[in-house]
């Protein structure tokens, strides 16, 4: 009799073990409006597969670039530029309005 007890009991702790662990509910959009005349070099987290939206006003012509993620806008007077995308990967990646601003760095966990 204890053969089996003990044996249902292994049985048990293997089932609980191979249990498919719940993900936790997806994170909210990370929402962010950035303007070029007004950039301070900031750092904002996010969590890998959460959905980002940028919006990046600026009074002269730029392309707006995440490195890394290998998203491109170009923003104008008048007309911001919107990338929205999803961050599949963690790491620290830079918003930059080129030529040379760095709007802010994206820290994915």
């Not at 191979?18 to 005349?37: D, G, H, K, W």
């Not at 959905?51 to 600026?58: H, K, P």
């Not at 707006?64 to 806008?73: F, P």
């Amino acid at each position: 009799m204890k053969t089996v007890h003990a044996l249902l009991l292994a049985l048990l702790v293997l089932a609980g073990c191979s249990a498919t662990p719940q993900a936790s509910p997806p994170a909210e959009p990370l929402v962010l409006r950035l303007s070029v005349e007004q950039a301070s070099p900031q750092r904002v987290e996010a969590v890998r597969g959460q959905a980002v939206e940028l919006t990046v006003t600026s009074e002269q012509p730029v392309d707006v670039h995440v490195h890394g993620i290998d998203v491109l806008a170009k923003a104008e007077s008048g007309k911001p530029a919107v990338l929205k995308f999803t961050v599949d990967r963690t790491g620290t990646f830079d918003v930059e309005a080129h030529p040379d601003t760095l709007l802010v760095q994206l820290v994915v966990r």
